[in-house]
């Protein structure tokens, strides 16, 4: 008996996949432990402090432990009523719809570019490159969008200026000549296979981790913007929610600042708003939906980017 336990801890220690000891194991593992607290203790500070008392902040500054506990902030964000479940469905919208688009952008773009075949390789290639390292610049940008595009006051103005980013398109067509076998293209064309469905059959389903990756981005990317919707929107039912967080937290600082030219009462109305502690629940308010996508694409991402940076 005692020998076949011996056995049966040689071979569970012989198939480890790490193949270092125990104690190295142990080590690595405080570290990386270590390595997480840093990253989840800041958010969990931020919460904290979101649901702080003004007066706390004030009397201790920022801390773990507050004096006094307050839902200020969240009462004064929900005052926001129906707008700001009308902002919330518009950056949901618009974060769905445009990652899915400009996606699918970014793959076609990035697969005429793998192809080595295509005659006009080299010229996209450059155009991609040439925009990514220089812009046109603020002023014809937005002429071009509002003037010539009628980009304004709807959800294309908040869509379109996003979905094509040269950066991604690298990031894709790096992917795509690291982990797609050219052979694979070849004997789909000997069976008859079309362009589009060798790319959509074929290699879109064996380039997720890639594709994941972009999707991230892209998802990242127009869920925290905020500055075209303060160039192209006016009307409240367009405007999404980073931009109307934005806005009410520069009306605060602002009736904050000129606290003192509106009398003493109003005065003291003015500093019992919730500053800190709302600049703090305006952050807990965008990170939480957005952070909630990671979990379907963790286990794409890491090696959608590793891979990706292999071969240039």
């Not at 006094?68 to 004064?76: R, S």
């Not at 797609?180 to 070849?186: A, K, M, N, Q, S």
């Not at 000997?190 to 959509?200: A, H, V, W």
């Not at 600042?257 to 807990?284: C, D, F, H, T, Y």
């Amino acid at each position: 008996m005692k020998n076949r336990s011996e056995d049966i801890l040689s071979h569970k220690s012989n198939t480890r996949l790490n193949k270092v000891s125990i104690p190295a194991e142990i080590c690595f593992n405080i570290i990386i432990a270590f390595f997480c607290l840093l990253c989840i203790i800041p958010f969990v500070f931020v919460a904290i402090i979101s649901f702080s008392a003004e007066e706390s902040i004030r009397e201790i500054g920022f801390s773990f432990v507050p004096t006094q506990w307050a839902l200020e902030a969240y009462h004064y964000v929900w005052d926001l009523g129906d707008q700001l479940w009308r902002s919330y469905f518009n950056s949901f919208f618009i974060t769905i719809v445009g990652t899915i688009i400009s996606v699918l952008i970014c793959i076609l773009y990035s697969y005429a570019l793998f192809r080595k075949d295509f005659k006009y390789r080299k010229f996209f290639t450059f155009f991609c490159f040439f925009t990514m390292m220089f812009g046109g610049g603020l002023a014809p940008t937005y002429m071009v969008c509002k003037n010539m595009l009628g980009l304004n006051d709807n959800y294309a103005a908040l869509i379109v200026p996003m979905l094509v980013n040269p950066f991604n398109i690298i990031i894709m067509r790096t992917f795509f000549q690291s982990s797609v076998p050219t052979d694979l293209i070849e004997a789909a064309a000997i069976d008859g296979s079309g362009e589009y469905n060798t790319l959509f059959k074929i290699i879109v389903p064996i380039s997720k981790p890639g594709i994941a990756t972009v999707a991230l981005l892209n998802a990242l990317a127009y869920w925290n913007e905020w500055f075209i919707a303060m160039l192209y929107i006016r009307k409240a039912k367009y405007i999404p929610l980073q931009f109307l967080l934005m806005r009410m937290q520069n009306q605060v600082d602002f009736l904050v600042k000129n606290s003192s030219v509106i009398g003493v009462e109003a005065a003291k109305i003015m500093n019992q708003l919730p500053k800190e502690s709302l600049r703090m629940a305006l952050v807990v308010l965008i990170v939480v939906p957005i952070a909630c996508a990671y979990p379907f694409f963790q286990r794409y991402i890491i090696s959608g980017l590793t891979i990706g940076s292999v071969k240039g």
